[in-house]
């Protein structure tokens, strides 16, 4: 049923919605591939003693390897959502002949942020451990991730392994990230932000910066490829096109694909385009 109604939206709205507003290219992708792949599913990613045993499916590719890889984190709100959410995703990025680690992280409000950095620094940790087992690559390994999912990508590119909240083996090489909240601090109150933080903007400002994606740009971050809903009104479009102007002064390499006339679920369901746009960069980056 999901995939009917994805084509049907995708047929409605079709590719003349969109407009990519491209950065610096570093050269032409490779040739596209079309891999089989084999599924590994519900493998557990945490060390004993984590405060929750996580579970990630992973999609390998036919053939020797190693291969680049890509960590894909579902959005949900932080509340919410799971790995079946972006199954497709991962299928796509597999047959595109890349290692999918479809993952999981701990949900607010039962775990409140950085609980949900830390599980996603946990998965790179464990796909490089683990990299002979899964035929990763281990210098090639990219995020990707929508609304939520998104967030938590970003932190990822920009925090890297350095600062208070850095991870050393969790730098990334490339990140893809659609619908993106970049600046918690937009959004003074409401439900979802206070409940991933642990209180409001007024209560937590140093937990809201610390929790932003515009907080960690630099020079030397990982390429980062953007794609938002023109008609967001749920996580408007400024969080993209603010955060796209960090980096370009900084010097990293970006792009934003935009898909004009779509709010924030749309833009989801019909991201046909933008995805295909995506993994032309993963492989311009990542291959």
Not at 45 to 68: C, H, I, N, Q, S
Not at 147 to 168: F, K, N, T
Request: proline share 8%; with cysteine.
């Amino acid at each position: 049923m999901y995939r009917l109604l994805s084509l049907l939206l995708t047929a409605a709205f079709g590719a003349t919605g969109c407009t990519i507003h491209q950065g610096r290219p570093d050269g032409p992708a490779p040739l596209r591939v079309d891999s089989s792949y084999q599924i590994r599913r519900d493998q557990v990613f945490t060390p004993p003693g984590w405060p929750v045993a996580l579970l990630a499916d992973v999609y390998v590719p036919e053939g020797e390897g190693p291969f680049p890889a890509v960590l894909v984190i579902h959005g949900g709100g932080w509340e919410s959502g799971d790995r079946a959410q972006v199954k497709g995703l991962a299928e796509r990025i597999a047959r595109r002949g890349y290692v999918a680690v479809n993952t999981t992280y701990r949900l607010a409000p039962g775990a409140i942020f950085p609980a949900q950095l830390q599980d996603v620094q946990q998965a790179v940790l464990w796909m490089r451990a683990q990299a002979a087992t899964y035929r990763i690559d281990p210098t090639r390994i990219g995020a990707f991730g929508y609304s939520a999912g998104a967030h938590l990508a970003a932190l990822l590119g920009g925090i890297g392994e350095a600062g208070p909240l850095g991870q050393p083996g969790a730098a990334i090489k490339a990140v893809v990230a659609g619908g993106t909240p970049t600046d918690l601090s937009k959004w003074p109150a409401g439900k979802l932000v206070p409940q991933f933080i642990g209180g409001n903007r007024s209560q937590k400002p140093a937990e809201y910066r610390a929790a932003s994606p515009v907080s960690y740009v630099n020079a030397g971050d990982p390429p980062v490829f953007l794609y938002h809903g023109g008609a967001d009104a749920l996580v408007p479009i400024d969080h993209a096109e603010d955060y796209q102007k960090l980096l370009a002064a900084a010097d990293v390499p970006n792009e934003l694909f935009v898909l004009r006339g779509r709010g924030h679920i749309l833009a989801f369901l019909t991201d046909g385009p933008a995805v295909d746009a995506a993994l032309t960069f993963l492989d311009r980056h990542l291959r």
